[in-house]
């Protein structure tokens, strides 16, 4: 059975030794030995200022909007996964939605700037597949406007964008590091930011507002990642080359051999050093992605439709009407993609997807 993905492990001599010093220390939670060296080298790897490492990836989304949301509008994309807009939901804020570019399908920065009102706290906009929005523009609008911006890079572990971090751009950028991502600590996430001061309340906001055992700065929840979550991570960490070349030649067996007259893939935005996350398929339609979805799944090969329906869509929104990403949500379908995945099976992957 090929899935769209496959968990990287390490081998588990290698989990273990890192396992093992949790046992040692006789520390298994917050923010123990292991934690703190994950986010070193999570800093290092990564080049980036400040790291905060949470249980998963939609706590950041939480946390980064309950400091900066304030209950408002939020302008956002309808083409993500749930979690995106569910976060803004349950944070008490108003999703306001903007449709995508049908080629980078990242948030169409051209449409934000009308739908902003007096109520509009923030914009959240999401690196679609690990594919950058136009960060310039968009942070040129908040700051035109006054509005704080919220990254989804879920997606984007190890993205460069104009040779500097993806997770370096706008007021805080949030990572899953679900065990189905590029890196992994089993479940998991984090946050980052440039600000000091910001960086300080999403710690705090993380770990129930703790300062010191019985003191508080302010309301806080928990978000804390485990040691043996952190075990896993450092035991991955070391792998990403091999993990990156790997997907590489997966996706380079895809662009040389899928036939595009019928079919086109992902646009990576200019300047982006990209991180071969997932690949997606455009159809001409849905009724040609169902096929071919049944003809993979008989072969015991199972892409997935990410991201459907667009969230505009969803039972518990009232949103309005967003003709590309609705047309785009029902006819994309991921590939199987991961490293190891052998030729032989990309070739029947490539041959039904012709066919």
Same mark, same amino acid.
């Given at each position: 059975?090929?899935?769209?993905?496959?968990?990287?492990?390490?081998? /588990? #001599?290698?989990?273990?030794?890192?396992?093992?010093? %949790?046992? +040692?220390?006789?520390?298994?939670?917050?923010?123990?030995?292991?934690?703190?060296?994950?986010?070193?080298?999570?800093?290092? &790897?990564?080049?980036?200022? !400040?790291? /905060?490492?949470?249980?998963?990836?939609? =706590?950041?989304?939480? /946390?980064?909007?309950?400091?900066?949301?304030?209950?408002? $509008?939020?302008?956002?994309?309808?083409?993500?996964?749930?979690?995106?807009?569910?976060?803004? =939901?349950? #944070?008490?804020?108003?999703?306001?939605?903007?449709?995508?570019?049908?080629? &980078?399908?990242?948030?169409?920065?051209?449409?934000?700037?009308?739908?902003?009102?007096?109520?509009?706290? *923030?914009?959240?906009?999401? @690196?679609?597949?690990?594919?950058?929005?136009?960060?310039?523009?968009?942070?040129?609008?908040?700051?035109?406007?006054?509005?704080? =911006?919220?990254?989804? %890079? *879920?997606?984007?572990?190890?993205?460069?964008?104009?040779?500097?971090?993806?997770?370096?751009?706008?007021?805080?950028?949030?990572?899953?590091?679900?065990?189905?991502?590029?890196? @992994?600590?089993?479940?998991?996430? %984090?946050?980052?930011? !440039?600000?000091?001061?910001?960086?300080?309340?999403?710690? &705090?906001?993380?770990?129930?507002?703790?300062?010191?055992?019985? #003191?508080?700065?302010?309301?806080?929840? !928990?978000?804390?990642?485990?040691?043996?979550?952190?075990?896993?991570?450092?035991?991955?960490?070391?792998?990403?080359?091999?993990?990156?070349?790997?997907?590489?030649? =997966?996706?380079?067996?895809?662009?040389?051999?899928?036939?595009?007259?019928?079919?086109?893939?992902?646009?990576?935005? $200019?300047?982006?050093?990209?991180? &071969?996350?997932?690949?997606?398929?455009?159809? +001409?339609?849905?009724?040609?992605?169902?096929?071919?979805?049944?003809?993979?799944? #008989?072969?015991?090969?199972?892409?997935?439709?990410?991201?459907?329906?667009?969230?505009?869509?969803?039972?518990?929104?009232?949103?309005?009407?967003?003709?590309?990403?609705?047309?785009?949500?029902?006819?994309?379908?991921?590939?199987?993609?991961?490293?190891?995945?052998?030729?032989?099976?990309?070739?029947? /992957?490539?041959?039904?997807?012709?066919?």
């Amino acid at each position: 059975m090929i899935n769209v993905t496959k968990t990287f492990l390490p081998s /588990i #001599e290698e989990y273990q030794q890192y396992v093992k010093r %949790a046992w +040692e220390n006789q520390w298994l939670t917050n923010r123990g030995e292991l934690v703190l060296e994950l986010e070193q080298k999570l800093r290092d &790897y990564l080049d980036v200022s !400040n790291i /905060i490492v949470t249980n998963n990836g939609t =706590v950041p989304l939480q /946390i980064a909007l309950k400091l900066l949301g304030k209950g408002g $509008e939020i302008i956002t994309t309808p083409f993500s996964y749930v979690a995106t807009c569910a976060a803004i =939901v349950w #944070e008490n804020c108003t999703p306001v939605f903007v449709d995508i570019d049908p080629d &980078y399908l990242t948030i169409d920065e051209t449409g934000i700037e009308t739908c902003i009102t007096n109520k509009t706290t *923030a914009i959240l906009a999401t @690196h679609v597949f690990g594919n950058p929005c136009n960060v310039e523009i968009i942070e040129s609008i908040a700051r035109k406007y006054k509005l704080k =911006v919220i990254y989804d %890079a *879920a997606h984007a572990f190890g993205v460069t964008y104009r040779k500097k971090s993806l997770f370096s751009y706008g007021e805080v950028s949030t990572c899953s590091f679900h065990a189905t991502k590029l890196f @992994h600590t089993g479940e998991g996430g %984090a946050m980052f930011t !440039n600000d000091a001061e910001l960086n300080h309340q999403l710690f &705090y906001s993380h770990n129930f507002g703790h300062n010191g055992p019985l #003191e508080f700065f302010g309301l806080g929840i !928990n978000g804390k990642m485990s040691e043996l979550q952190a075990a896993m991570g450092l035991a991955v960490l070391p792998h990403m080359d091999s993990i990156f070349k790997g997907r590489k030649e =997966v996706i380079n067996f895809y662009n040389a051999n899928i036939n595009f007259s019928k079919v086109k893939s992902l646009k990576i935005r $200019e300047d982006t050093d990209w991180n &071969y996350s997932y690949y997606p398929v455009i159809f +001409e339609n849905e009724d040609a992605l169902l096929r071919t979805q049944q003809k993979l799944n #008989e072969q015991q090969i199972f892409p997935r439709r990410y991201f459907y329906p667009s969230l505009n869509k969803l039972n518990y929104i009232k949103g309005k009407i967003m003709p590309v990403s609705e047309k785009i949500a029902s006819s994309v379908l991921c590939l199987p993609l991961y490293d190891g995945l052998e030729k032989t099976h990309l070739e029947k /992957i490539v041959n039904v997807v012709n066919s």
